[in-house]
């Protein structure tokens, strides 16, 4: 799941009883995306990942999220 603080999230998850499975960890994964990642088990044993993106393709969130949203209003139409 996208969050916003992904080392807030994790704390928070563990702390209210989830199992912990890899702690929040930075990574660039390449043509200029970076994020955060971070994985908890849930009371069930599912894996649950969290993702905190701080760039996407050389251009932060804040850029890329209204063009996106303008691209799946679009694509809504048809």
Same mark, same amino acid.
Do not use: Q, W
């Given at each position: 799941? !996208? %969050? /916003? !603080? ?8 563990? !702390?209210?009883?989830?199992?912990? &499975? ?5 990574? !660039?994964?390449?043509?200029?995306? /970076?994020?955060? &990642? ?8 599912? /894996? %649950?990942?969290? %993702?905190?993106?701080?760039? @996407?393709? &050389? ?7 209204? @063009?996106?949203?303008? %691209? ?5 139409? &048809?």
């Amino acid at each position: 799941m !996208d %969050v /916003i !603080d992904v080392a807030g999230c994790y704390k928070l998850a563990v !702390d209210a009883g989830a199992e912990a &499975f890899c702690p929040p960890t930075h990574m !660039d994964t390449g043509m200029g995306s /970076i994020g955060t &990642f971070a994985y908890i088990k849930d009371p069930d044993g599912n /894996i %649950v990942e969290m %993702v905190e993106v701080k760039k @996407l393709g &050389f251009m932060p969130p804040k850029v890329v999220a209204p @063009l996106l949203s303008g %691209v799946l209003k679009l694509r809504s139409k &048809f």
